[in-house]
Protein backbone atom coordinates (compact mmCIF):
# COMPACT_ATOMS: atom_id res chain seq x y z
CA UNK A 1 0.00 0.00 0.00
CA UNK A 2 1.47 2.87 -0.97
CA UNK A 3 1.74 5.77 1.86
CA UNK A 4 -0.21 8.54 0.13
CA UNK A 5 -2.40 8.94 -2.55
CA UNK A 6 -1.68 12.49 -4.38
CA UNK A 7 -4.90 13.29 -6.72
CA UNK A 8 -4.34 15.87 -9.33
CA UNK A 9 -7.18 17.16 -11.48
CA UNK A 10 -6.33 18.16 -14.70
CA UNK A 11 -8.37 21.01 -16.60
CA UNK A 12 -7.02 22.63 -19.52
CA UNK A 13 -3.80 23.57 -17.42
CA UNK A 14 -0.80 22.48 -20.14
CA UNK A 15 0.93 25.70 -19.16
CA UNK A 16 1.64 24.31 -15.62
CA UNK A 17 1.32 20.83 -15.84
CA UNK A 18 4.87 19.94 -16.10
CA UNK A 19 6.09 21.62 -13.18
CA UNK A 20 2.75 20.30 -11.11
CA UNK A 21 3.64 16.77 -11.70
CA UNK A 22 7.18 17.23 -11.56
CA UNK A 23 7.10 18.57 -7.94
CA UNK A 24 5.68 15.24 -7.18
CA UNK A 25 8.18 12.77 -8.97
CA UNK A 26 10.82 14.78 -7.89
CA UNK A 27 10.80 14.22 -4.02
CA UNK A 28 13.00 12.40 -2.21
CA UNK A 29 10.19 10.57 -0.43
CA UNK A 30 9.39 7.40 -3.19
CA UNK A 31 6.16 5.45 -1.30
CA UNK A 32 3.23 7.68 -3.02
CA UNK A 33 1.19 6.92 -6.03
CA UNK A 34 -0.49 9.74 -8.27
CA UNK A 35 -3.73 9.81 -9.53
CA UNK A 36 -4.46 12.14 -12.39
CA UNK A 37 -8.29 13.17 -13.25
CA UNK A 38 -8.30 14.80 -16.93
CA UNK A 39 -11.44 16.45 -16.40
CA UNK A 40 -12.61 16.92 -20.30
CA UNK A 41 -9.35 19.09 -20.81
CA UNK A 42 -9.25 20.34 -24.40
CA UNK A 43 -5.85 21.92 -24.61
CA UNK A 44 -2.67 19.89 -24.87
CA UNK A 45 -3.30 18.44 -21.06
CA UNK A 46 -3.73 15.02 -22.50
CA UNK A 47 -0.50 15.01 -24.47
CA UNK A 48 1.75 15.68 -21.11
CA UNK A 49 -0.02 13.39 -19.28
CA UNK A 50 0.49 10.55 -21.67
CA UNK A 51 4.17 11.26 -21.44
CA UNK A 52 4.27 10.89 -17.77
CA UNK A 53 1.98 7.57 -18.05
CA UNK A 54 5.09 5.86 -20.41
CA UNK A 55 7.43 6.81 -17.69
CA UNK A 56 6.15 6.14 -14.15
CA UNK A 57 3.99 2.94 -13.26
CA UNK A 58 2.66 4.99 -9.99
CA UNK A 59 0.28 6.85 -12.10
CA UNK A 60 -3.24 6.33 -12.24
CA UNK A 61 -5.00 7.90 -15.18
CA UNK A 62 -8.99 8.77 -14.86
CA UNK A 63 -10.53 10.80 -18.35
CA UNK A 64 -13.38 12.43 -18.08
CA UNK A 65 -14.80 12.76 -21.81
CA UNK A 66 -16.48 16.21 -21.00
CA UNK A 67 -15.58 18.77 -17.83
CA UNK A 68 -17.25 17.10 -14.81
CA UNK A 69 -16.11 20.01 -12.52
CA UNK A 70 -13.41 19.98 -9.49
CA UNK A 71 -15.57 18.41 -7.24
CA UNK A 72 -16.53 15.30 -9.39
CA UNK A 73 -12.53 14.82 -10.28
CA UNK A 74 -11.95 15.16 -6.62
CA UNK A 75 -14.36 12.54 -5.75
CA UNK A 76 -13.50 9.77 -8.33
CA UNK A 77 -9.53 10.23 -7.38
CA UNK A 78 -10.19 9.19 -3.54
CA UNK A 79 -12.69 5.83 -5.28
CA UNK A 80 -9.50 5.14 -7.18
CA UNK A 81 -6.29 6.06 -3.92
CA UNK A 82 -5.14 3.36 -2.68
CA UNK A 83 -3.05 5.01 0.22
CA UNK A 84 -2.91 5.67 3.52
CA UNK A 85 -3.14 9.42 2.85
CA UNK A 86 -4.83 11.71 1.18
CA UNK A 87 -3.68 14.78 -0.52
CA UNK A 88 -5.17 17.13 -3.24
CA UNK A 89 -3.15 19.02 -5.37
CA UNK A 90 -4.34 21.36 -8.43
CA UNK A 91 -2.61 20.66 -11.52
CA UNK A 92 -1.70 24.77 -11.68
CA UNK A 93 0.18 24.63 -7.87
CA UNK A 94 3.45 22.69 -6.92
CA UNK A 95 4.85 21.00 -4.13
CA UNK A 96 7.99 21.95 -2.18
CA UNK A 97 11.22 19.80 -2.59
CA UNK A 98 10.86 17.72 0.63
CA UNK A 99 7.51 18.16 1.13
CA UNK A 100 6.17 14.15 1.20
CA UNK A 101 9.08 13.06 3.08
CA UNK A 102 8.19 15.75 5.88
CA UNK A 103 4.40 14.73 6.09
CA UNK A 104 5.48 11.35 6.43
CA UNK A 105 7.96 11.98 9.54
CA UNK A 106 4.71 13.64 11.15
CA UNK A 107 1.86 11.62 10.39
CA UNK A 108 3.52 8.83 13.16
CA UNK A 109 1.34 10.59 15.45
CA UNK A 110 -1.59 8.71 14.07
CA UNK A 111 -3.47 11.84 13.42
CA UNK A 112 -6.99 12.11 11.42
CA UNK A 113 -5.33 15.22 9.38
CA UNK A 114 -1.81 17.61 9.14
CA UNK A 115 -2.13 20.84 8.02
CA UNK A 116 0.32 22.52 6.57
CA UNK A 117 1.36 25.75 5.27
CA UNK A 118 0.93 27.39 1.96
CA UNK A 119 2.28 30.26 0.22
CA UNK A 120 1.05 32.41 -2.86
CA UNK A 121 2.89 32.88 -5.71
CA UNK A 122 1.70 34.89 -8.30
CA UNK A 123 2.78 34.71 -12.25
CA UNK A 124 4.96 38.22 -11.95
CA UNK A 125 6.97 36.01 -9.13
CA UNK A 126 5.93 37.65 -6.00
CA UNK A 127 5.72 35.49 -2.93
CA UNK A 128 3.43 35.54 0.45
CA UNK A 129 4.05 33.89 3.20
CA UNK A 130 1.57 33.50 6.15
CA UNK A 131 2.12 33.37 9.86
CA UNK A 132 -0.04 31.08 10.90
CA UNK A 133 -1.12 30.58 13.86
CA UNK A 134 0.46 26.96 15.11
CA UNK A 135 -0.41 23.86 17.49
CA UNK A 136 0.36 20.32 18.30
CA UNK A 137 -1.69 17.69 18.58
CA UNK A 138 -5.47 18.61 19.14
CA UNK A 139 -9.01 17.48 18.12
CA UNK A 140 -10.84 19.55 15.50
CA UNK A 141 -13.26 21.28 17.60
CA UNK A 142 -10.97 22.62 19.27
CA UNK A 143 -8.44 23.87 16.27
CA UNK A 144 -10.78 26.16 15.22
CA UNK A 145 -9.34 28.28 18.35
CA UNK A 146 -6.45 28.37 16.15
CA UNK A 147 -7.58 28.27 12.99
CA UNK A 148 -10.13 30.94 12.90
CA UNK A 149 -6.90 32.88 12.98
CA UNK A 150 -5.64 31.66 9.84
CA UNK A 151 -5.49 33.08 6.55
CA UNK A 152 -6.39 29.76 4.50
CA UNK A 153 -8.57 27.21 6.63
CA UNK A 154 -10.85 25.44 4.37
CA UNK A 155 -8.97 25.07 1.12
CA UNK A 156 -8.42 21.79 0.78
CA UNK A 157 -5.07 21.38 -0.51
CA UNK A 158 -3.58 22.75 3.06
CA UNK A 159 -4.54 19.33 5.08
CA UNK A 160 -3.06 15.48 4.26
CA UNK A 161 -6.22 13.19 5.62
CA UNK A 162 -6.01 9.76 6.59
CA UNK A 163 -7.93 7.47 4.32
CA UNK A 164 -9.91 5.79 6.73
CA UNK A 165 -11.30 8.81 8.57
CA UNK A 166 -12.34 10.28 5.27
CA UNK A 167 -13.96 7.01 4.33
CA UNK A 168 -15.65 6.45 7.68
CA UNK A 169 -17.36 9.74 7.35
CA UNK A 170 -18.19 9.36 3.55
CA UNK A 171 -16.93 12.71 2.73
CA UNK A 172 -17.79 13.81 -0.40
CA UNK A 173 -16.94 17.48 -2.27
CA UNK A 174 -20.43 18.89 -3.62
CA UNK A 175 -20.53 18.60 -7.16
CA UNK A 176 -21.47 21.19 -9.55
CA UNK A 177 -20.71 24.19 -6.96
CA UNK A 178 -18.27 27.06 -6.58
CA UNK A 179 -16.75 26.95 -2.86
CA UNK A 180 -16.73 23.21 -2.29
CA UNK A 181 -13.96 23.36 -0.29
CA UNK A 182 -15.49 25.94 2.17
CA UNK A 183 -18.58 23.12 1.80
CA UNK A 184 -16.85 20.33 3.32
CA UNK A 185 -12.93 20.89 4.82
CA UNK A 186 -14.67 22.81 7.88
CA UNK A 187 -16.71 19.51 8.85
CA UNK A 188 -13.65 17.36 8.24
CA UNK A 189 -11.84 19.42 10.21
CA UNK A 190 -14.41 19.65 12.95
CA UNK A 191 -14.69 15.73 12.99
CA UNK A 192 -11.19 14.89 13.13
CA UNK A 193 -10.21 12.94 16.49
CA UNK A 194 -6.91 14.39 16.18
CA UNK A 195 -5.61 17.03 13.94
CA UNK A 196 -1.56 18.38 13.91
CA UNK A 197 -0.16 21.73 12.38
CA UNK A 198 2.92 22.16 11.42
CA UNK A 199 5.64 24.66 10.53
CA UNK A 200 6.50 23.96 7.73
CA UNK A 201 5.58 25.66 3.87
CA UNK A 202 4.84 22.79 1.55
CA UNK A 203 2.50 24.10 -0.91
CA UNK A 204 2.64 26.66 -3.39
CA UNK A 205 -0.76 27.98 -4.50
CA UNK A 206 -0.48 29.47 -7.91
CA UNK A 207 -2.36 32.72 -7.86
CA UNK A 208 -3.27 33.06 -11.98
CA UNK A 209 -5.13 35.83 -14.16
CA UNK A 210 -8.21 34.20 -15.26
CA UNK A 211 -8.74 31.35 -13.19
CA UNK A 212 -12.33 29.71 -11.81
CA UNK A 213 -11.73 31.76 -8.32
CA UNK A 214 -10.55 34.70 -9.99
CA UNK A 215 -12.96 35.64 -12.51
CA UNK A 216 -14.50 39.13 -13.14
CA UNK A 217 -17.70 37.68 -14.43
CA UNK A 218 -20.37 39.01 -11.66
CA UNK A 219 -23.17 37.01 -13.04
CA UNK A 220 -20.34 34.52 -10.99
CA UNK A 221 -20.22 36.12 -8.36
CA UNK A 222 -23.89 35.65 -7.64
CA UNK A 223 -23.57 31.97 -8.35
CA UNK A 224 -20.64 32.13 -5.79
CA UNK A 225 -22.42 34.03 -3.42
CA UNK A 226 -25.44 31.51 -3.82
CA UNK A 227 -23.39 28.42 -3.43
CA UNK A 228 -21.48 29.86 -0.06
CA UNK A 229 -24.87 30.11 1.56
CA UNK A 230 -25.95 26.62 0.51
CA UNK A 231 -22.80 25.18 2.02
CA UNK A 232 -22.98 27.42 4.67
CA UNK A 233 -26.51 25.89 5.50
CA UNK A 234 -24.98 22.23 5.24
CA UNK A 235 -22.33 23.34 7.75
CA UNK A 236 -25.03 23.92 10.15
CA UNK A 237 -26.63 21.49 9.74
CA UNK A 238 -24.00 18.49 9.82
CA UNK A 239 -22.09 20.48 12.77
CA UNK A 240 -25.31 20.37 15.21
CA UNK A 241 -25.13 16.66 15.05
CA UNK A 242 -21.79 16.77 16.58
CA UNK A 243 -22.03 17.43 20.95
CA UNK A 244 -20.04 20.12 21.51
CA UNK A 245 -19.53 23.50 22.42
CA UNK A 246 -19.04 25.00 18.96
CA UNK A 247 -19.17 28.59 19.70
CA UNK A 248 -15.88 29.53 17.77
CA UNK A 249 -16.74 26.96 14.22
CA UNK A 250 -20.14 28.72 14.18
CA UNK A 251 -18.67 32.38 14.95
CA UNK A 252 -16.32 31.16 11.73
CA UNK A 253 -18.78 30.13 9.34
CA UNK A 254 -21.15 33.37 10.19
CA UNK A 255 -18.20 35.29 9.39
CA UNK A 256 -16.99 33.90 6.06
CA UNK A 257 -20.69 33.95 4.88
CA UNK A 258 -21.14 37.65 5.76
CA UNK A 259 -18.32 38.80 4.18
CA UNK A 260 -19.35 36.49 0.97
CA UNK A 261 -22.51 38.86 1.00
CA UNK A 262 -20.22 41.61 0.96
CA UNK A 263 -19.36 40.65 -2.69
CA UNK A 264 -22.77 41.32 -4.40
CA UNK A 265 -24.56 44.42 -5.53
CA UNK A 266 -27.78 46.67 -4.93
CA UNK A 267 -30.83 44.29 -4.62
CA UNK A 268 -28.19 41.15 -4.85
CA UNK A 269 -27.12 42.35 -1.95
CA UNK A 270 -29.96 43.11 0.01
CA UNK A 271 -31.63 39.63 -0.73
CA UNK A 272 -28.59 37.71 0.45
CA UNK A 273 -28.33 40.01 3.90
CA UNK A 274 -32.31 39.56 4.35
CA UNK A 275 -31.63 35.59 4.16
CA UNK A 276 -29.53 35.62 6.46
CA UNK A 277 -31.08 37.96 9.24
CA UNK A 278 -33.44 34.87 8.62
CA UNK A 279 -31.22 32.49 9.33
CA UNK A 280 -29.93 34.27 12.56
CA UNK A 281 -26.59 34.13 11.25
CA UNK A 282 -25.26 37.55 13.02
CA UNK A 283 -26.40 35.60 16.06
CA UNK A 284 -23.85 33.11 15.56
CA UNK A 285 -20.51 36.11 15.91
CA UNK A 286 -18.75 35.61 19.32
CA UNK A 287 -19.43 38.38 21.76
CA UNK A 288 -17.01 37.46 24.09
CA UNK A 289 -14.60 40.62 24.45
CA UNK A 290 -15.60 43.98 24.00
CA UNK A 291 -13.94 44.48 20.56
CA UNK A 292 -16.45 41.23 19.55
CA UNK A 293 -18.99 43.15 21.04
CA UNK A 294 -18.69 46.38 19.06
CA UNK A 295 -17.96 44.44 15.56
CA UNK A 296 -21.35 42.22 16.02
CA UNK A 297 -23.55 45.47 16.72
CA UNK A 298 -21.58 47.31 13.76
CA UNK A 299 -21.53 44.22 11.29
CA UNK A 300 -25.22 43.47 12.11
CA UNK A 301 -26.60 46.80 10.71
CA UNK A 302 -24.38 46.72 7.60
CA UNK A 303 -21.54 44.54 6.41
CA UNK A 304 -20.43 46.36 3.85
CA UNK A 305 -19.66 49.79 5.69
CA UNK A 306 -18.30 48.20 8.17
CA UNK A 307 -16.00 46.15 5.56
CA UNK A 308 -15.24 49.44 3.66
CA UNK A 309 -14.26 50.87 7.33
CA UNK A 310 -11.81 48.13 8.45
CA UNK A 311 -10.26 47.63 5.61
CA UNK A 312 -9.19 51.22 4.89
Known amino acids: MPKFSVIIPVYNTEKYLERCLESVLNQNFKNYEIIIINDGSTDGSKKIIEKYLKKHKNIIYIENKSNKGLSNARNNGVLESNGEYLLFLDSDDYYNEGFLKKLNVNIKDNVDVIKYKIRDVFEDKKIIEYGDPLFTVTDGVSAFKYLSKSHYIEVACTYCYKKSFWK ?145
Open 168 to 312: KNQFKFAENTFHEDFGLIPLVILKAKSIKCLDYIGYNYFQRSGSIMNSDDYEKTKKKALDFLEHFKFLKKESSKISADLAIFNSYIANSLIIKATTLKGEDYRKYIKEIRENNVFEMLLEDTFLRKIKKILISIDPKIYYKIVRR
